[in-house]
């Protein structure tokens, strides 16, 4: 069996999943993917309720603000809730999170898209969108799917 070949558990101390990432690059690519779309969103996600990075409002459309019910202080914490869980989620489970990360992307680059003066953060954006979806595709081959129970007792895949 190869070594692309072995899902990511197959690696449990930390000297093997080291070896596995060094003999295997699309490996170490999906690990380096996984590591930063979960700390980062978790990281922009308490910063949300610090503003020690950026004042995160300004980045918000005003149709949006418009159409919130809270205000954008408050939309931008509920933000920052989203992307504590995107971020955790992607580090339990990258196979399925990466895609949630995805959709949040494409969320934010329509919001930068809608009035001008964030268009260079868009295609920034742009480019962790392709990222996320790399880990994704990467996450089919190194992260197993959950297993379900069957009737007959035995473990299937859920894709």
């Known amino acids: 069996m190869t070594a692309a070949a072995l899902p990511a558990s197959a690696a449990h101390t ?3 999943v080291l070896q596995r990432a060094r003999s295997d690059p699309a ?3 999906f690990l380096l993917l996984r590591i ?3 700390v980062l969103p978790i990281v922009f996600g308490l910063d949300k309720f610090t503003s020690v990075l950026t004042n995160w409002e300004g ?18 914490l509920v933000v920052g809730v ?7 989620a992607v580090a339990i489970k990258p196979r399925y999170a990466a895609y949630i990360v995805a959709a949040w992307l ?7 898209l809608s009035y001008p003066g964030f268009y260079d953060v868009a295609l920034r ?3 962790l969108l392709l990222a996320a979806l790399t880990l994704a595709r990467l996450a089919f081959v190194y992260d197993p799917a959950w297993r379900r129970r069957t009737k007959s007792g035995t473990d299937s895949p859920v894709t």
């Open 125 to 127: 954006d742009f480019g």
């Open 27 to 29: 490996y170490a690519a």
């Open 36 to 38: 930063g779309f979960a």
């Open 82 to 88: 989203i992307e504590i869980v995107a971020g955790l």
């Open 14 to 16: 930390p000297s093997e």
């Open 106 to 112: 494409v969320g934010i680059i329509v919001n930068l």
């Open 59 to 76: 980045y918000l459309a005003p149709w949006i603000v418009d159409l919130s019910p809270i205000s954008a202080h408050q939309t931008m």
